[in-house]
Protein backbone atom coordinates (compact mmCIF):
# COMPACT_ATOMS: atom_id res chain seq x y z
CA UNK A 1 0.00 0.00 0.00
CA UNK A 2 2.65 2.32 0.92
CA UNK A 3 4.71 2.13 -2.06
CA UNK A 4 1.41 2.47 -4.60
CA UNK A 5 1.19 5.46 -2.24
CA UNK A 6 4.47 7.01 -3.44
CA UNK A 7 3.75 6.62 -6.71
CA UNK A 8 0.63 8.34 -6.56
CA UNK A 9 2.09 11.45 -5.62
CA UNK A 10 4.50 11.24 -7.98
CA UNK A 11 1.84 11.41 -10.90
CA UNK A 12 1.06 14.22 -9.96
CA UNK A 13 4.38 16.17 -10.31
CA UNK A 14 7.49 14.05 -11.63
CA UNK A 15 5.43 11.37 -13.32
CA UNK A 16 3.18 10.67 -15.76
CA UNK A 17 -0.20 8.07 -15.40
CA UNK A 18 1.28 6.71 -18.32
CA UNK A 19 4.59 5.82 -17.30
CA UNK A 20 3.76 4.91 -13.59
CA UNK A 21 1.50 1.94 -14.87
CA UNK A 22 4.24 1.37 -17.45
CA UNK A 23 6.33 0.69 -14.33
CA UNK A 24 4.11 -0.97 -12.66
CA UNK A 25 2.88 -3.52 -15.31
CA UNK A 26 6.44 -4.30 -16.36
CA UNK A 27 8.14 -4.55 -13.05
CA UNK A 28 5.35 -6.59 -11.36
CA UNK A 29 4.63 -5.24 -8.42
CA UNK A 30 4.36 -1.51 -6.55
CA UNK A 31 7.44 -2.45 -4.40
CA UNK A 32 9.76 -3.19 -7.61
CA UNK A 33 7.95 -0.45 -9.49
CA UNK A 34 9.41 2.20 -6.87
CA UNK A 35 13.03 0.82 -6.89
CA UNK A 36 13.31 1.04 -10.26
CA UNK A 37 11.75 4.85 -10.24
CA UNK A 38 13.61 5.74 -7.02
CA UNK A 39 16.30 5.08 -8.86
CA UNK A 40 15.26 7.09 -12.46
CA UNK A 41 13.55 10.14 -11.05
CA UNK A 42 15.22 12.72 -9.23
CA UNK A 43 12.27 13.41 -6.01
CA UNK A 44 12.33 13.58 -2.23
CA UNK A 45 11.40 10.66 -1.67
CA UNK A 46 11.44 10.52 2.58
CA UNK A 47 9.20 12.91 2.12
CA UNK A 48 6.70 11.15 -0.37
CA UNK A 49 6.91 8.27 2.12
CA UNK A 50 6.33 10.38 5.35
CA UNK A 51 3.04 12.11 3.34
CA UNK A 52 2.08 8.75 2.14
CA UNK A 53 2.24 7.32 5.89
CA UNK A 54 0.17 10.50 7.35
CA UNK A 55 -2.80 9.69 4.29
CA UNK A 56 -2.80 5.79 5.88
CA UNK A 57 -3.45 7.21 9.27
CA UNK A 58 -6.03 9.69 8.35
CA UNK A 59 -7.83 7.09 6.32
CA UNK A 60 -8.23 5.16 8.76
CA UNK A 61 -9.26 7.52 11.18
CA UNK A 62 -12.23 8.43 9.25
CA UNK A 63 -13.55 5.41 7.75
CA UNK A 64 -12.15 5.89 4.47
CA UNK A 65 -10.73 2.48 2.42
CA UNK A 66 -7.47 2.63 0.41
CA UNK A 67 -7.84 0.47 -2.52
CA UNK A 68 -4.25 0.14 -4.35
CA UNK A 69 -3.72 -1.35 -8.14
CA UNK A 70 -2.67 -4.75 -6.80
CA UNK A 71 -5.91 -4.96 -4.00
CA UNK A 72 -8.55 -7.82 -5.47
CA UNK A 73 -10.96 -5.15 -4.92
CA UNK A 74 -9.49 -2.43 -7.47
CA UNK A 75 -11.97 -2.47 -10.29
CA UNK A 76 -10.70 -4.80 -12.51
CA UNK A 77 -12.33 -3.04 -15.86
CA UNK A 78 -10.12 0.22 -14.63
CA UNK A 79 -7.03 -1.64 -14.27
CA UNK A 80 -6.86 -2.95 -17.51
CA UNK A 81 -6.63 1.01 -18.41
CA UNK A 82 -3.67 2.00 -19.92
CA UNK A 83 -3.68 5.31 -17.03
CA UNK A 84 -5.25 3.70 -14.27
CA UNK A 85 -4.17 5.36 -10.88
CA UNK A 86 -2.13 3.76 -8.72
CA UNK A 87 -4.54 4.26 -5.67
CA UNK A 88 -8.22 4.74 -5.21
CA UNK A 89 -9.90 6.15 -2.22
CA UNK A 90 -13.31 4.89 -1.08
CA UNK A 91 -16.17 5.95 1.28
CA UNK A 92 -18.70 3.67 1.40
CA UNK A 93 -18.87 -0.29 0.63
CA UNK A 94 -20.26 -0.54 -3.24
CA UNK A 95 -18.68 -3.25 -4.82
CA UNK A 96 -16.15 -1.45 -7.21
CA UNK A 97 -16.28 -5.05 -9.19
CA UNK A 98 -19.89 -5.10 -9.91
CA UNK A 99 -21.25 -7.20 -12.79
CA UNK A 100 -23.19 -5.00 -14.32
CA UNK A 101 -21.74 -0.82 -14.29
CA UNK A 102 -22.63 2.30 -16.72
CA UNK A 103 -21.94 5.78 -15.67
CA UNK A 104 -23.99 8.41 -16.79
CA UNK A 105 -22.33 11.44 -17.45
CA UNK A 106 -23.31 15.46 -18.98
CA UNK A 107 -23.27 19.05 -18.65
CA UNK A 108 -24.14 20.66 -15.28
CA UNK A 109 -26.82 22.59 -17.45
CA UNK A 110 -29.08 19.86 -17.73
CA UNK A 111 -33.05 20.54 -19.26
CA UNK A 112 -35.82 19.60 -17.97
CA UNK A 113 -36.16 17.08 -21.16
CA UNK A 114 -32.49 15.65 -20.23
CA UNK A 115 -33.55 15.00 -16.44
CA UNK A 116 -36.60 13.67 -17.82
CA UNK A 117 -34.94 11.06 -19.84
CA UNK A 118 -32.14 10.13 -17.46
CA UNK A 119 -35.07 9.06 -14.56
CA UNK A 120 -36.67 7.32 -17.60
CA UNK A 121 -33.47 5.24 -18.82
CA UNK A 122 -32.28 4.43 -14.64
CA UNK A 123 -35.93 3.66 -14.04
CA UNK A 124 -36.43 1.43 -16.84
CA UNK A 125 -32.98 0.10 -16.26
CA UNK A 126 -34.01 -1.08 -12.57
CA UNK A 127 -36.77 -2.97 -13.82
CA UNK A 128 -34.60 -5.34 -16.00
CA UNK A 129 -31.02 -5.12 -14.37
CA UNK A 130 -31.05 -5.15 -10.53
CA UNK A 131 -27.90 -5.40 -9.92
CA UNK A 132 -26.77 -2.56 -12.23
CA UNK A 133 -24.42 0.30 -10.05
CA UNK A 134 -24.70 3.54 -11.67
CA UNK A 135 -21.67 5.51 -11.83
CA UNK A 136 -21.26 9.14 -12.00
CA UNK A 137 -19.69 12.36 -10.87
CA UNK A 138 -21.58 13.98 -7.94
CA UNK A 139 -21.66 17.08 -10.22
CA UNK A 140 -25.24 19.36 -10.79
CA UNK A 141 -27.15 18.38 -13.41
CA UNK A 142 -26.58 15.23 -15.16
CA UNK A 143 -24.58 13.82 -12.73
CA UNK A 144 -26.52 14.57 -9.35
CA UNK A 145 -30.24 13.52 -11.47
CA UNK A 146 -28.46 9.68 -12.22
CA UNK A 147 -27.39 9.38 -8.61
CA UNK A 148 -30.88 10.40 -7.13
CA UNK A 149 -32.68 8.50 -9.65
CA UNK A 150 -30.13 5.13 -9.00
CA UNK A 151 -31.17 6.08 -5.10
CA UNK A 152 -34.93 6.23 -5.86
CA UNK A 153 -34.88 2.57 -7.37
CA UNK A 154 -32.13 1.54 -4.53
CA UNK A 155 -29.50 1.29 -7.43
CA UNK A 156 -26.05 1.25 -5.47
CA UNK A 157 -24.58 4.14 -7.72
CA UNK A 158 -20.72 5.28 -7.38
CA UNK A 159 -19.54 8.99 -7.26
CA UNK A 160 -16.29 9.66 -8.38
CA UNK A 161 -15.16 13.28 -7.28
CA UNK A 162 -12.25 15.62 -8.08
CA UNK A 163 -10.84 16.32 -5.03
CA UNK A 164 -9.99 14.41 -1.97
CA UNK A 165 -11.91 12.67 0.60
CA UNK A 166 -11.68 15.67 2.99
CA UNK A 167 -14.00 17.70 1.34
CA UNK A 168 -16.91 17.64 -0.63
CA UNK A 169 -17.84 19.69 -3.70
CA UNK A 170 -20.49 20.83 -4.68
CA UNK A 171 -21.34 20.96 -0.84
CA UNK A 172 -24.99 21.29 -1.77
CA UNK A 173 -24.71 17.64 -2.59
CA UNK A 174 -22.94 16.43 0.56
CA UNK A 175 -26.36 14.84 1.69
CA UNK A 176 -26.88 12.82 -1.41
CA UNK A 177 -22.93 11.68 -0.73
CA UNK A 178 -23.97 10.30 2.71
CA UNK A 179 -26.96 8.85 1.29
CA UNK A 180 -24.34 6.87 -1.09
CA UNK A 181 -21.85 6.03 1.36
CA UNK A 182 -24.65 4.78 4.12
CA UNK A 183 -26.85 3.04 1.60
CA UNK A 184 -24.80 0.65 -0.70
CA UNK A 185 -23.34 2.78 -3.13
CA UNK A 186 -19.77 5.18 -2.90
CA UNK A 187 -17.93 7.74 -3.32
CA UNK A 188 -14.63 7.45 -4.61
CA UNK A 189 -11.30 9.68 -5.62
CA UNK A 190 -7.47 9.06 -6.69
CA UNK A 191 -6.46 12.39 -4.65
CA UNK A 192 -5.29 12.66 -1.55
CA UNK A 193 -7.98 14.14 1.47
CA UNK A 194 -6.48 17.09 1.78
CA UNK A 195 -6.32 18.24 -2.37
CA UNK A 196 -9.02 20.46 -3.27
CA UNK A 197 -10.94 20.56 -6.69
CA UNK A 198 -9.21 21.85 -9.63
CA UNK A 199 -10.43 22.21 -13.29
CA UNK A 200 -7.68 19.87 -14.09
CA UNK A 201 -8.84 17.41 -11.80
CA UNK A 202 -11.98 17.34 -12.95
CA UNK A 203 -10.66 15.85 -16.56
CA UNK A 204 -8.49 13.56 -14.70
CA UNK A 205 -11.16 11.68 -12.84
CA UNK A 206 -13.48 11.57 -16.57
CA UNK A 207 -10.84 8.35 -17.15
CA UNK A 208 -12.03 6.46 -13.62
CA UNK A 209 -16.07 6.98 -14.83
CA UNK A 210 -15.25 5.60 -17.87
CA UNK A 211 -12.68 2.78 -17.14
CA UNK A 212 -14.64 1.87 -14.14
CA UNK A 213 -18.08 1.16 -16.53
CA UNK A 214 -19.02 -1.20 -19.41
CA UNK A 215 -20.32 1.58 -21.25
CA UNK A 216 -21.07 5.30 -20.94
CA UNK A 217 -24.48 7.26 -21.58
CA UNK A 218 -24.73 11.17 -22.46
CA UNK A 219 -28.15 12.56 -21.77
CA UNK A 220 -26.87 15.92 -22.81
CA UNK A 221 -23.51 17.56 -23.37
CA UNK A 222 -22.10 20.95 -24.76
CA UNK A 223 -20.21 20.08 -27.81
CA UNK A 224 -17.37 20.80 -25.57
CA UNK A 225 -18.11 19.80 -22.68
CA UNK A 226 -16.77 17.33 -20.13
CA UNK A 227 -19.28 14.21 -20.69
CA UNK A 228 -17.87 14.67 -24.48
CA UNK A 229 -14.33 13.89 -22.70
CA UNK A 230 -15.37 11.05 -20.79
CA UNK A 231 -17.33 10.12 -24.33
CA UNK A 232 -13.94 10.13 -26.04
CA UNK A 233 -12.06 7.38 -23.48
CA UNK A 234 -15.19 4.71 -23.16
CA UNK A 235 -14.12 4.97 -26.78
CA UNK A 236 -10.21 4.66 -26.00
CA UNK A 237 -10.43 1.82 -23.96
CA UNK A 238 -13.20 -0.15 -26.00
CA UNK A 239 -16.48 0.28 -24.10
CA UNK A 240 -20.16 0.81 -25.72
CA UNK A 241 -21.06 4.48 -25.89
CA UNK A 242 -24.34 5.00 -25.93
CA UNK A 243 -26.40 8.64 -26.26
CA UNK A 244 -29.65 10.31 -26.21
CA UNK A 245 -30.82 12.35 -29.21
CA UNK A 246 -32.15 15.40 -28.45
CA UNK A 247 -33.49 18.73 -30.66
CA UNK A 248 -31.12 19.94 -32.55
CA UNK A 249 -31.97 23.82 -31.64
CA UNK A 250 -30.70 22.73 -27.95
CA UNK A 251 -27.04 23.71 -27.38
CA UNK A 252 -27.29 20.99 -24.31
CA UNK A 253 -28.04 18.01 -26.76
CA UNK A 254 -25.00 19.24 -29.50
CA UNK A 255 -22.59 16.56 -28.06
CA UNK A 256 -25.43 13.62 -28.07
CA UNK A 257 -26.48 14.22 -31.61
CA UNK A 258 -23.27 14.96 -32.55
CA UNK A 259 -21.88 11.46 -31.58
CA UNK A 260 -24.80 9.71 -33.11
CA UNK A 261 -24.09 11.59 -36.16
CA UNK A 262 -20.58 10.43 -36.44
CA UNK A 263 -21.22 6.82 -35.69
CA UNK A 264 -19.77 7.44 -32.18
CA UNK A 265 -22.17 6.00 -29.88
CA UNK A 266 -25.75 3.80 -30.19
CA UNK A 267 -28.59 6.18 -30.21
CA UNK A 268 -30.85 4.95 -27.36
CA UNK A 269 -34.42 5.43 -26.59
CA UNK A 270 -34.92 3.12 -23.52
CA UNK A 271 -33.23 1.15 -21.14
CA UNK A 272 -34.41 -2.04 -23.69
CA UNK A 273 -31.68 -0.68 -26.17
CA UNK A 274 -29.02 -0.46 -23.68
CA UNK A 275 -29.51 -3.96 -22.47
CA UNK A 276 -29.50 -5.01 -25.86
CA UNK A 277 -26.63 -3.86 -27.06
CA UNK A 278 -24.54 -4.76 -24.23
CA UNK A 279 -25.74 -7.98 -24.20
CA UNK A 280 -27.04 -7.88 -20.75
CA UNK A 281 -29.95 -10.49 -19.38
CA UNK A 282 -31.54 -10.53 -15.63
CA UNK A 283 -31.05 -13.17 -13.40
CA UNK A 284 -34.62 -13.86 -13.79
CA UNK A 285 -34.12 -15.00 -17.55
CA UNK A 286 -31.32 -16.85 -16.77
CA UNK A 287 -33.04 -19.17 -14.13
CA UNK A 288 -35.73 -19.74 -16.64
CA UNK A 289 -33.27 -20.87 -19.09
CA UNK A 290 -31.78 -23.69 -16.61
CA UNK A 291 -35.65 -24.76 -15.86
CA UNK A 292 -35.80 -25.72 -19.30
CA UNK A 293 -33.54 -27.84 -18.98
CA UNK A 294 -30.54 -26.20 -21.01
CA UNK A 295 -27.98 -28.60 -20.08
CA UNK A 296 -23.96 -28.64 -21.06
CA UNK A 297 -23.54 -28.85 -24.54
CA UNK A 298 -19.96 -30.80 -26.14
CA UNK A 299 -17.04 -28.40 -26.41
CA UNK A 300 -17.66 -29.53 -29.97
CA UNK A 301 -20.90 -27.57 -30.36
CA UNK A 302 -19.41 -24.23 -29.67
CA UNK A 303 -19.40 -21.34 -31.60
CA UNK A 304 -16.11 -19.87 -32.83
CA UNK A 305 -16.28 -16.81 -30.29
CA UNK A 306 -17.71 -19.79 -27.17
CA UNK A 307 -14.55 -21.81 -27.92
CA UNK A 308 -12.28 -18.55 -27.54
CA UNK A 309 -13.91 -17.60 -23.46
CA UNK A 310 -13.53 -21.26 -22.92
CA UNK A 311 -10.14 -21.88 -23.73
CA UNK A 312 -9.04 -18.37 -21.57
CA UNK A 313 -11.02 -19.67 -19.04
CA UNK A 314 -9.47 -23.27 -19.02
CA UNK A 315 -5.87 -21.19 -17.44
CA UNK A 316 -8.27 -19.93 -14.24
CA UNK A 317 -10.90 -17.93 -13.27
CA UNK A 318 -11.18 -14.28 -15.36
CA UNK A 319 -12.98 -11.48 -15.37
CA UNK A 320 -15.01 -10.11 -18.00
CA UNK A 321 -12.22 -7.27 -18.93
CA UNK A 322 -9.64 -10.25 -19.32
CA UNK A 323 -11.73 -11.86 -21.19
CA UNK A 324 -12.52 -9.16 -23.33
CA UNK A 325 -8.74 -8.61 -23.70
CA UNK A 326 -7.58 -11.82 -24.46
CA UNK A 327 -10.37 -13.40 -27.16
CA UNK A 328 -10.26 -9.58 -28.52
CA UNK A 329 -14.08 -9.82 -28.39
CA UNK A 330 -16.24 -6.26 -27.84
CA UNK A 331 -18.02 -6.13 -25.03
CA UNK A 332 -21.54 -6.53 -26.27
CA UNK A 333 -19.89 -9.85 -28.19
CA UNK A 334 -18.70 -10.73 -25.24
CA UNK A 335 -21.75 -10.40 -23.01
CA UNK A 336 -24.20 -12.33 -25.10
CA UNK A 337 -21.31 -15.55 -25.29
CA UNK A 338 -20.93 -14.99 -21.52
CA UNK A 339 -24.89 -15.47 -21.00
CA UNK A 340 -25.03 -18.16 -23.88
CA UNK A 341 -22.49 -20.60 -21.80
CA UNK A 342 -24.11 -19.76 -18.41
CA UNK A 343 -27.45 -20.88 -19.91
CA UNK A 344 -25.41 -23.92 -21.08
CA UNK A 345 -23.83 -24.25 -17.46
CA UNK A 346 -20.70 -24.16 -18.92
CA UNK A 347 -19.62 -21.39 -16.88
CA UNK A 348 -21.03 -19.39 -13.70
CA UNK A 349 -20.71 -15.85 -12.47
CA UNK A 350 -18.28 -15.38 -9.40
CA UNK A 351 -18.16 -12.35 -6.74
CA UNK A 352 -15.83 -9.56 -8.36
CA UNK A 353 -17.34 -9.89 -12.11
CA UNK A 354 -15.06 -12.81 -12.63
CA UNK A 355 -16.41 -15.93 -14.47
CA UNK A 356 -15.32 -19.61 -13.78
CA UNK A 357 -15.57 -22.46 -16.46
CA UNK A 358 -17.46 -25.62 -14.27
CA UNK A 359 -15.21 -29.02 -14.61
Known amino acids: MLSELIISQLTFGKLSLLDAKRAFDEKGSAEEALKFLSSHISADFPSLEKRAKEEIEWCNNNKVRVVTISDPDYPQRLKHCCDAPMVLFVRGKADLNAQHAISIVGTRQCTTYGKDCINKIVDEIAGKIPDVHIVSGLAYGVDITAHRAAMRNGLPTIGVVAHGQGTLYPAHHRNEANKMVLGNGAVITEFFHDV???????????????GMSDATLIPESAIHGGGMVTARLAIDYNRE?????????????EGPNALIRDNKAMLVTSAGDIVKSLGWHTEEKLQQARKKGIERE????????????VEVLQKGDQTKDTLCVETGLPIST?????????????????????YHLIA
Open 241 to 253: LFAIPGSITSPMS
Open 298 to 309: LFTDFTDDERKV
Open 196 to 210: FPEARNFLQRNRIIA
Open 334 to 354: LSAVIFTLEMKGIIRALSGSQ
